[in-house]
């Protein structure tokens, strides 16, 4: 099936049911115009996050992979008063672009941004957090996941993106890094006791791919 009626559909539940506000599409323009990947999470899955974190009644957020903020920005406004969220990213120009993103959102005062390679700024934080977003580079997926479990509370919520790739995560001959590195993380979670977990298939403005949810036990 081609992508096409994908973002059809895409398109016609953002103008119906998902929104989007100014400050949102302004920061996907942003992002386009300084040349930043156009990876980000679509306006349904963002919504998503959004009500995840409202479902959840999340006070702490932490998120691996800001890109421009666009993904931040629909979890920092499901917060409610006195939450906040933190978000790593590797890339200075990428935080740059995301901290005048969350100033537009008007979400900047309950973000923060600390840039500088994942793993390496995860064993700095105090957990415990409510619900980890991962969606960064998908080798170190085992890493982040381990800190996610590490840093979240009994209960907390971890959601990671694109552990479908197009069906490469379940293809035995693909020997994409990526597509090892959800795997490896997958094999990880099985093993683990600790979490209950699934993932679900997605098409869509992304075409095809998927997000997993785990929950940790407690
Ligand atoms: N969550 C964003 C998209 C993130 S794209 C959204 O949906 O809007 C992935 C981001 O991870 C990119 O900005 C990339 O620079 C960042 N990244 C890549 N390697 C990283 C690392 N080792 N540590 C932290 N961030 C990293
Ligand atoms: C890529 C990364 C993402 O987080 C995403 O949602 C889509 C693609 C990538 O690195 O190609
Ligand atoms: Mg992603």
Redesign the pocket.
Known sequence: MADGIWEAVDRYFLDTIVGQDAALAEAQRAAEAAG??P???TAA??KLLHLLVRIHGARRVL??????????IWMARALPPGGTLI?????PR?AEVARANLDRAGVSGVVEIRV??????LPSLEGPFDLV?I???KE?NPGYFQWALRLSRPGGVIVV?NVVRGGKVADPASADADALGVRRMVDLIAAERQVAATAIQTVGGKSYDGFLLAVVNG
């Not at 998120?63 to 931040?72: D, H, R």
């Not at 500088?116 to 700024?121: D, M, N, S």
């Open positions: 930043l990947p990876i980000s999470v899955q963002g998120e691996v992979g800001t890109l421009a903020g666009y993904s931040t978000s790593l990213e590797y890339e990428h500088g390679a994942a793993l390496e700024t977003f969606d960064a580079d170190n993106d």
